[in-house]
């Protein structure tokens, strides 16, 4: 069955460090990809999207995420991290490409110390 | 501004009680989608909508039901809960061109 993998339950960084949250998926010839943030409380917020051409794409907030197809990672990244960036993210994956069925990975609840 | 909208945001019932919660949108979108989210499986897609009078389901449907009977709006009905549908639920809607869906506040849940 088709999957995403967050590898990492709970994170923690300190204010102003750099961030990498990790996302891998089973299989997809062109799959879509997606990263969501999830605040406490709160809906999803869409920080990010991938289909085609340039593999490092930019979201809000200063987050990028870099697709790498040889090794089915969409991973996500931002420099310096805020207070505010606290919260649960997701990584989701359309694997038809275009389809309406989004796969979920189970998240990872990042906490920023001051 | 662009909004989901659920109702109600938080909802104690019994079993076997049918409940309806509700889903409306103000984007003119065509796609809608029910998901739930539980703790350590993310979120699962129930039931999906691509047009009106267009529905399919997704990963968890058994136990749900849904209608499109006018493009903004998309009910989850729960004929007769039962306590393994406590959950937090959250609906969403996106167009046909740039994706990414729109999410509401969410449901939670609690079937006693």
């Known amino acids: 069955a088709q999957s995403v993998t967050q590898p990492d339950i709970h994170i923690t960084v300190s204010e102003g460090a750099s961030l990498e949250l990790r996302c891998n998926y089973s299989y997809g010839a062109t799959p879509y990809l997606f990263w969501y943030v999830q605040s406490p409380g709160q809906g999803l917020q869409l920080l990010l999207k991938?289909?085609?051409?340039?593999?490092l794409v930019q979201g809000i907030k200063g987050f990028e995420a870099e697709f790498k197809r040889s090794q089915s990672s969409f991973n996500l990244r931002k420099p310096s991290v805020h207070w505010s960036d606290a919260a649960e993210y997701f990584c989701?994956?359309?694997?038809?490409?275009?389809?309406?069925?989004?796969?979920f990975g189970k998240g990872t609840k990042l906490t920023v110390n001051p | 501004e662009a909004q989901v909208t659920q109702n109600p945001r938080y909802l104690i019932t019994v079993t076997g009680k049918k409940l309806t919660v509700t889903c409306s949108q103000n984007m003119n979108h065509e796609y809608m989608s029910w998901y739930r989210q539980d703790p350590g499986l993310g979120l699962r897609q129930i039931y999906y909508s691509m047009n009106v009078e267009v529905t399919d389901k997704g990963d968890v449907p058994e136990g749900y039901k849904v209608s499109r009977k006018e493009k903004r709006n998309f009910p989850l009905i729960l004929e007769s809960p039962s306590p393994n549908q406590t959950s937090l639920y959250f609906c969403a809607a996106r167009d046909r061109v740039s994706y990414g869906y729109t999410f509401g506040s969410g449901t939670r849940l609690t079937v006693v």
């Open positions: 991938y289909f085609s051409g340039d593999t």
């Open positions: 989701a994956v359309d694997f038809q490409g275009g389809s309406e069925k989004l796969v």
